[in-house]
């Protein structure tokens, strides 16, 4: 399966691919698309057409994408939101399905931890996709969150398969969840 993450930001958006077969990682590309200092909705664009082509290039399966954390900047978070906002109706307009994370998960996932920072996300990026360099921090925060989708996903898979033993004992998987 071919996942591709999403770092969202709205001068700086960071993208990553990779493959998972079976329990290995495979590292595909990664990078990072940067708007101009222009218009909010200029930018916007760029976002979307950008993440339009990294699909066009790399036809991925999922895609995940790094949730918003309110800021204490109420404004700084509004726009985030509208770039995050942007790159989610690239991947749906593509057909892609779309998981979200927050930055706590993506770095439990990577890392080990949620507070880590971000060298240390970018350091066990590197190490987990066999890389040969450090990956910047935006497209390494994007890989980290295609990682966490690695992960989370084959667990939500092991869990449906148990779905119908599940509800025999009056549970049920909604949203990836289980629930009573």
Known sequence: MRILGIDPGLRITGFGVIELEGQKLR???SGVIRTPDAELP????VIMQGIEQVIEANHPEQSAVEKVFVNINPQAT???????????CALVSAGLPVA???ALQTKQATVGHGKAKKAQ???MVQRLLALPGLPGPDAADALACAICHAHA???VAALAELAPGLAKRGLRLRRGRLIA
């Open 100 to 102: 979200e994370y927050t």
């Open 42 to 45: 200029l930018r916007l664009r």
């Open 27 to 29: 590292y595909v590309t």
């Open 78 to 88: 509004l726009l985030l939101g509208q770039a995050r906002g942007a790159a989610i």
């Open 121 to 123: 996300v970018q350091q």
């Open 153 to 155: 996903g084959a667990g």
